[in-house]
Nanobody, 124 residues
Framework: QVQLVESGGGLVQAGGSLRLSCAAS????????MGWFRQAPGKEREVVAA????????YYADSVKGRFTISRDNAKNTVYLQMNSLKPEDTAVYYC?????????????????WGQGTQVTVSS
């Protein structure tokens, strides 16, 4: 069992940056593969980035590639999403998710644990 708490969201102007954090409870965080998803109003939740338990493998959606960076600090039980060059279309609620085993996962249904989400709003 793991509990996830996101933080770091807020209001930022286009072109700005934010760093999201997802703090996990439990002593086995290093065995969990992690993902960041987002859901904009009226749209389905979509994967943004994912990282394997070791940090050795990562995935980025085409829409954020080159602008966002996912990383993790297993000693701090935390996964991060550094978001640069933000655009209005990045506005959404951002969620982190966790699952043990394998490398990383891209589908919502593949994740077992979810945080409550943090709002990111990018103004033009």
């Amino acid at each position: 069992q793991v509990q996830l708490v996101e933080s770091g969201g807020g209001l930022v102007q286009a072109g700005g940056s934010l760093r999201l954090s997802c703090a996990a409870s439990g002593r086995t965080f290093s065995s969990y593969n992690m993902g960041w998803f987002r859901q904009a109003p009226g749209k389905e939740r979509e994967v943004v980035a994912a990282i394997s338990w070791s940090g050795g493998s990562t995935y980025y959606a085409d829409s954020v590639k080159g602008r966002f960076t996912i990383s993790r600090d297993n000693a701090k039980n935390t996964v991060y999403l550094q978001m640069n060059s933000l655009k209005p279309e990045d506005t959404a609620v951002y969620y982190c998710a966790a699952r043990q085993g394998g490398a990383y996962y891209l589908l919502m249904i593949q994740y077992d644990y979810w945080g409550q989400g943090t709002q990111v709003t990018v103004s033009s």
